[in-house]
Structure formats: structure tokens, C-alpha cells
């Protein structure tokens, strides 16, 4: 489980990243999208189980 401290300190260091790595993104609107996509990837995924997944039948052939 991820507490609120620890969400914090990735924040910080998600912000350092940005820092570091940003100039290579010529406009800000590329620096955002990336900053949200990496945001995106770094969220916790749910465990799927065998209730979740679509069904065969539901599919075209």
C-alpha cells in the first residue's frame, strides 16, 4: 500500500526528473504530455483475475 508520504516523495522526485530531462522537449505542451503519460505508467494497476477478462464469445471471429 502506498502511503501518503511515499506518494509525496515520488512526486518529488518525478518533479526532478522533469527538471533534469525537460529541455529536451522544445515546447511546454510536449513536457506536459510527457510529465502525464509517465504519471499514467507510474499508477497502480488492480490485479486482474479470471472475472475481468472479456470474453471469448463477446469477440468477432
Do not use: K, Y
Request: some cysteine; aromatic content about 6%; charged content about 30%.
Amino acid at each position: 500500500m502506498i502511503t501518503e508520504r511515499v506518494a509525496e516523495q515520488w512526486e518529488l522526485e518525478l518533479d526532478d526528473l522533469f527538471v533534469t530531462i525537460g529541455h529536451r522537449f522544445g515546447r511546454v505542451e510536449l513536457r506536459r504530455r510527457m510529465r502525464d503519460c509517465l504519471r499514467g505508467l507510474l499508477v497502480p494497476v488492480p490485479p486482474r483475475t479470471a472475472g475481468n477478462w472479456p470474453s471469448r464469445q463477446a469477440t468477432p471471429p
